[in-house]
């Protein structure tokens, strides 16, 4: 197979700085490591294809090998613009995977490159948004045929895919990774948490500590982000639409507003919530002059920038990642990555380590849907617990811990009604 004719990318000469970068993140993800040995052993993927949809960076790209190591042919294209990384791209392909991606193409051709991945008929996908399985049941019916099952990585994706199901439309089981333990309490609370600071801090080079920050949701996702934020010294104020969540919010220490209100006091903007139109024209009119937006969910729909647009008077980019809207009131607005992923258009994202758990259950996820497609069926389906398990054990003993284990006799008192 000659990925290097097959595949669409910007120039395979880079392709030394990505082998570094994901020689980096391999030193750093001793959980998929294992995997890998297991995968290289049993071959659960041999003589099948797969085709992946992520953010095409560092860790993705690593994933990518493990899921190759495992005997599967593997086509990978990007999940967001801003994120793919063409050396890295180049890497993978010097590595006899196929890649349709390059950093920031037109809306044409990223269409392109998710048809091209699909195009290969693929017998497993993996996930990040929905694209893949959304253009499979819409557009491309004709390449479902050999779909066995595929994995979800986000919360945007598992809405879209339990919508499909509610439809019933879903035509192959999808097992819903974010939903996971090891990844929403690690990699959307701590992963987010981090990245999106990394994000807005190297883009900005500004202080937040003292400033107001105002968090859109308050999801796992919105937890880190609000969390890490507190830690930066910032006063920080939550949004939410869902009451239980909001006094969650409230108990742990922060301030909650509706949006109206919250816009008067923001400095700093995140939107964290799966939703579109969040953040509308008739927030921003009243939000102070240098207000800065951005966006951690999957989609650019959470700000709505044609209102942005449309009560602003000019609007310039005046550092990279960085617009600057002059409101007809005359106040600046700055939106940052295009309202897009902040932590991976305008950063490199999640930390190494916590990748490490998503993608060990990504990968572990994905055997388990090849051996169990026929009787899970088409539907929606949460990590098996054992996987989630095996992969905390895994990191665990990568980190040096130990824990206890349950004695015969307290197995048999917790399986007992009877005291006695």
């Known amino acids: 197979m000659s990925t290097q004719n097959d595949s669409m990318i910007k120039d395979i000469n880079l392709a030394p700085s990505g082998h570094l970068k994901i020689d980096w993140v391999k030193e750093h993800m001793p959980v998929l490591n294992a995997i890998r040995e297991q995968f290289e052993k049993e071959q659960p993927f041999k003589g099948l294809k797969v085709a992946i949809s992520l953010h095409l960076e560092a860790k993705t790209a690593y994933l ?17 613009p801003l994120s793919t990384q063409d050396d890295v791209c180049a890497a993978l392909v010097e590595d006899g995977i196929r890649v349709f991606a390059k ?85 959307n609370r701590y992963g987010t948490g981090q990245s999106v600071w990394d994000g807005i801090n190297r883009t900005t080079n500004l202080v937040v500590a003292g400033k107001t920050v105002v968090v859109v949701g308050y999801g796992w996702c919105g937890r880190g982000v609000a ?20 006094i969650e919010a409230y108990m742990d220490g922060f301030e909650v507003f509706p949006m109206t209100e919250a816009a008067k006091h923001g400095d700093y903007f995140v939107t964290v919530t799966g939703n579109r139109d969040v953040i509308r024209g008739e927030h921003i009119a009243n939000m102070k002059d240098g207000a800065i937006l951005s966006n951690a969910g ?48 305008a950063g490199d994202g999640h930390p190494a380590e ?47 811990i130990g824990i206890d284990q349950l004695t015969p006799e307290q197995i048999k008192y917790l399986e007992s009604w009877n005291e006695e």
């Open 64 to 80: 990518a090998k493990v899921v190759q190591a495992g005997g599967a042919e593997v086509t990978i294209t990007g999940s967001n």
């Open 103 to 187: 950093y920031n193409p037109d809306p044409e051709e990223y269409k392109e490159h998710l048809i091209k991945t699909l195009e290969i008929r693929p017998d497993l996908i993996i996930d990040d948004g929905g694209d893949l399985v959304t253009i499979l049941h819409s557009e491309r019916p004709d390449l479902l045929e050999q779909v066995r099952g595929g994995c979800e990585e986000t919360t945007t994706g598992v809405i879209r895919n339990r919508a499909l199901e509610k439809s019933g439309q879903l035509k192959f089981p999808m097992i819903a990774v974010n939903d996971a333990y090891c990844k929403y309490l690690f990699d």
């Open 227 to 246: 969390m890490r934020a507190k830690g930066l010294g910032a006063k920080v104020v939550v949004t939410e639409v869902d009451g239980i969540k909001a």
């Open 298 to 345: 999957h989609f650019d729909v959470e700000i709505n920038k044609v209102e942005l647009e449309s009560i602003s008077v000019s609007n310039r980019v005046v550092r990279k990642d960085i617009e600057e809207y002059v409101l007809n009131n005359g106040r600046k607005i700055y939106l940052l990555a295009e309202g897009r992923l902040v932590n991976l258009a």
């Open 354 to 400: 916590i990748m490490d758990m998503t993608f060990a259950l990504q990968a572990a996820s994905l055997a388990y849907v090849n051996e169990q497609f026929k009787e899970i069926g088409p539907r929606v389906l949460n990590v098996p617990y054992e996987l989630d398990e095996k992969v905390a054990r895994l990191k665990l003993e990568a980190l040096g």
